[in-house]
């Protein structure tokens, strides 16, 4: 049961446009969300979060939306750059109960930012 | 200030072996968890531990377990290791766990197994 699905493998786009990475979740009992950018063979940068109280987060170039009566989220980066080019995961987590730890993730999509 | 620090970065295994993963976390953070990454599955919850008790453990054989150390540092081994659990190993560090504080990856173990 894939609970975190990103349905899109890939997503390409030019450099300094915006890139849109969409991630939806069936567990109506997440109540916490992160974006992670991720490069072969490392371990996951953490770049935001958001939490079910909020419905959206910005840092810097990235902007996450929390649509909760939909279950979906979404990572915005503005502009895109060719070093964000990288695969990105949602990951959403539950706090406390049997659930203390855990990270869902989804599948991750490949983003390429061309020059 | 350091980041998550995992030991060793490669490591290669006979398959029966067994191999002992660790995991420095961010200093002042408490929860420490541990995820198997492979192309076929993804990023997998392996367990997770907080003040040196594990709170949380995911669908893997008992072949996998852990452990948590008082200044918070993390081990887990695996078993009789087999070819499938050829994969990167991550841990995660969090303040007060996930869910509630947002947690930072190693760089990984990369294990294989022969």
């Known amino acids: 049961d894939q609970q975190v699905k990103q349905n899109s493998p890939s997503l390409s786009v030019q450099e300094g446009r915006i890139s849109i990475l969409n991630c939806d979740y069936t567990n109506s009992m997440f109540d916490y969300f992160l974006w992670y950018k991720k490069y072969p063979a490392e371990g996951p940068t953490f770049l935001i979060s958001i939490s079910s109280i909020k419905d959206k987060n910005e840092d810097g170039r990235f902007t996450v939306f929390l649509n909760k009566s939909a279950k979906h989220l979404s990572l915005h980066i503005v502009p895109s750059q060719p070093g964000d080019s990288a695969v990105y995961f949602c990951a959403a987590s539950v706090a406390g109960g049997t659930s203390y730890g855990k990270l869902t993730f989804g599948q991750g999509t490949i983003l390429t930012v061309h020059p | 200030k350091a980041g998550v620090t995992q030991t060793p970065r490669y490591l290669i295994k006979t398959r029966g072996q067994q191999v002992t993963l660790s995991c420095s976390p961010i200093?002042?953070?408490?929860?420490v968890s541990w995820y198997q990454q492979t192309p076929g599955q993804g990023l997998q919850f392996l367990f997770e531990?907080?003040?040196?008790?594990?709170?949380n453990k995911g669908n893997f054989p008992g072949r996998f377990s852990g452990r948590q150390f008082s200044n918070s540092r993390s081990e887990m081994n695996v078993s009789t290791l087999e070819l499938g659990d050829s994969a990167l190993y991550l841990c995660a560090s969090s303040l007060l766990g996930t869910g509630y504080t947002e947690a930072f990856f190693g760089q990984g173990t990369r294990l294989t197994v022969v």
């Open positions: 531990y907080f003040s040196e008790t594990q709170r």
């Open positions: 200093s002042g953070h408490r929860s």
